[in-house]
């Protein structure tokens, strides 16, 4: 089973080798075996890759996030064949029932203010009981947008009400990293299952590869959340990063059992698609479950 996240910082050129990653950096020369990896993440732009490297990454089923200059996530490789039935697949999925799309965007809602109220909760934020009565609230679709709503209180309650989403700032940079390293785990899990990240349930911007992606990996965020919350006061370099990264591998109970987060995703997103497809329960998701 794949396990691990290469993180390549440094100048280097990669390549494939019988079945191995090859990173050559100067005079040092390393290798691992693609079975081992999970994700590659290129957080340098002076990195060259063959294209035979590639092309064993997608039949592998390894994804690999590029970051730019900035050292911010923007782009990632994934195969196009990572189902046999993907045709079929794709075609039930522009046939979901709006009625059950509704249901399941009010299930992941609640359960992902209910993530956020926990957290509040646990710092001893006033709020976590504003946030309950959110979830509560919220109608089949969100057609209220308590999402929004929550959104603001709790932002607000974890990094002050000066803090303002998407500024330029180590909080900023830090959530949206990781945001980005969660997306890319959703996308793979989603088109292993022959699916299409473009196609949501909620999200429909013509312009969003990943309304799909955006839908489920939403009460996944509490994760990304909770680690910047109590590192906040850290300044946002190299090993940050390699500490969020790190967090995919980290276990937490789902479903009685304990799991890397990794894993639960996989477990989630099959879940997510039994539920639409074949009436099963919805298995919601929270780090302080048991």
């Known amino acids: 089973m794949s396990f691990r996240t290469v993180v390549i910082s440094k100048q280097s050129r990669i390549s494939y080798k019988n079945r191995f990653l090859v990173v050559k950096q100067e005079n040092d020369e390393k290798y691992i075996h693609l079975s081992e990896i999970d994700t590659i993440i290129v957080d340098s732009i002076a990195v060259s890759i063959s294209l035979y490297l590639l092309k064993e990454l997608c039949d592998n089923k390894i994804n690999i996030i590029f970051c730019d200059e900035k050292h911010n996530p923007y782009g990632e490789l994934m195969s196009l064949y990572s189902s ?11 046939k979901w ?24 909760q646990k710092i001893k934020s006033d709020n976590y009981n504003l946030l309950l009565e959110y979830a509560k609230d919220v109608k ?9 709503h929550a959104a603001k209180v709790y932002f607000n309650s974890l990094f002050t009400k000066k803090f303002v989403r998407n500024e330029n700032d180590d909080i900023n940079s830090a959530l949206n990293y990781g945001y980005a390293v969660l997306l890319s785990t959703f996308n793979k899990e989603i088109v292993n299952n022959g699916y299409k990240t473009e196609l949501g349930i909620h999200h429909k911007n013509e312009f969003n590869p990943f309304n799909l ?20 006061t850290r300044e946002f370099n190299s090993e940050y990063k390699m500490d969020l990264v790190n967090i995919f591998n980290a276990k937490y109970d789902y479903l009685g059992k ?14 997510i698609f039994d539920f639409i497809e074949n009436n099963k329960e919805y298995k919601g998701f929270s780090i302080y479950e048991g």
Request: hydrophobic share 35%.
């Open 84 to 94: 046999h039935n993907s045709s079929k697949k794709i075609i039930l999925q522009s």
């Open 97 to 120: 029932n709006n009625k059950l799309k509704d249901e399941l965007w009010e299930n992941i809602i609640i359960n992902k203010i209910t993530n956020q109220a926990i957290l509040l």
């Open 140 to 148: 089949i679709g969100d057609k209220t947008n308590r999402e929004g």
């Open 213 to 232: 992606t955006c839908d489920l990996m939403e009460p996944f965020r509490i994760v990304i959340d909770s680690f910047v919350y109590y590192n906040q």
């Open 258 to 271: 304990k799991y890397t987060l990794k894993d639960i995703i996989k477990l989630y997103v099959k879940n």
